[in-house]
């Protein structure tokens, strides 16, 4: 896992950089791998298939 000190600070709004997408595919049953490799980062994400998780909905949002 990153420290996120190199992050910069356009990763520290909600939802993006890495530990945003950890966080958005975790709400739907998923995860990320990502690891610092030579300046980018090498990630391996699991994401369930359509229908094979509930997907958790926003009080008085659509389904």
């Given at each position: ?13 909600v939802g993006t950089g890495v530990e945003g997408m950890r966080a ?40």
């Amino acid at each position: 896992p990153d420290s996120g000190a190199h992050l910069g600070l356009e990763s520290l709004r909600v939802g993006t950089g890495v530990e945003g997408m950890r966080a958005r595919l975790a709400a739907v049953g998923g995860d990320l791998e990502a690891e610092p490799v030579d300046d980018l980062f090498t990630a391996r994400a699991r994401i369930p298939l359509p229908g094979s998780h509930p997907i958790p909905t926003v009080p008085g949002g659509r389904p």
